[in-house]
């Protein structure tokens, strides 16, 4: 297990908090703690936004971007939205689930290597082909419900699935989303694992108020934690309907497994199968 380590955010964005995000980390041998600095609430002062891309200093390396719903009249809106009955239902596939891959022979090889053909490389993991790009190189910054946040093109047609869902579906259980995190360019697992954040893949909402009891403190001793209740969903703030709407899409919720990492959602549909035409959306597979 590795203990947490402090660092201070050069904008004094720096609550003090730690987050263990087991998107983050947690290998065999135990989760990892991992560094994530939360934003305030939107009524809070806003810093500039942090630095982004390959620009980033290395003190923010092991630190998901985080961009707040201040930043998001700055990016640029994502292209191409597609009505919803554009969108196909996907489950996850079984091989890329985290709980599934670690119990299957050279489970966690064979969903790197996927994930390296899928989304491109990242350093030292998987074995790139000839003229394999790094994945790094297809993040795109886009939105999601209202906020920015940086992302694999490749992965963008299906949040905006996720998020027409949620509107249509979600209207009785009011939810607004404070901050995402999406890329992040250095692992967060040990143990030979590679969080999806590195490829792009992944998406935390609102760390600070989701929970991951099953991570290291403090995010286990989070009072959340210890409150009794029947299931993970009651252990967040984020409504179960978020997670359904996500889950129709492709995405698995790291609230299933034993890292309890209510706030993070990763896509391990086929990107191919996002939409029910190529033509209808960029972003796709189309590169
Ligand atoms: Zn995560």
């Not at 985290?98 to 050279?106: E, K, M, V």
């Not at 994945?135 to 946040?149: C, D, I, K, Q, Y």
């Amino acid at each position: 297990m590795t203990r947490p380590r402090a660092t201070t955010l050069a904008h004094g964005l720096v609550l003090g908090l730690m987050v263990l995000e087991a998107c983050a980390g947690a290998p065999s041998l135990g989760p990892v703690a991992v560094e994530l600095t939360v934003p305030p609430p939107a009524a809070a002062p806003v810093p500039p936004p942090p630095v982004l891309g390959p620009s980033l200093d290395a003190s923010f390396d092991s630190r998901p971007e985080i961009l707040l719903a201040s930043d998001a009249a700055a990016t640029t809106p994502p292209d191409g939205r597609a009505p919803l009955s554009a969108c196909n239902e996907q489950p996850p596939q079984d091989f890329l689930v985290r709980s599934n891959f670690l119990r299957a022979p050279d489970g966690n090889g064979r969903s790197i290597q996927y994930r390296t053909d899928t989304y491109g490389s990242v350093p030292g993991f998987g074995h790139p082909g000839a003229g394999a790009l790094p994945a790094r190189g297809s993040v795109v910054t886009t939105t999601f419900m209202g906020l920015p946040v940086r992302m694999h093109k490749k992965v963008v047609p299906a949040l905006r699935c996720v998020e027409e869902e949620i509107k249509v579906t979600c209207g009785e259980h009011p939810y607004t989303a404070h901050a995402l995190a999406g890329v992040r360019f250095n692992n967060t697992y040990r143990g030979g694992e590679v969080t999806n954040h590195m490829f792009g893949i992944a998406i935390d909402i609102d760390p600070a108020i989701n929970t991951c009891c099953g991570c290291v403190k403090p995010w286990s001793s989070s009072p959340l934690c210890a409150r009794k209740a029947k299931t993970e969903y009651d252990r967040m703030a984020m409504p179960e309907c978020w997670v359904h709407a996500f889950e129709r899409y492709g995405f698995y919720w790291l609230g299933h497994d034993v890292l309890r990492d209510t706030m993070h959602y990763e896509f391990l549909g086929d990107p191919a199968k996002i939409q029910r035409s190529a033509t209808v959306v960029g972003g796709g597979d189309g590169g």
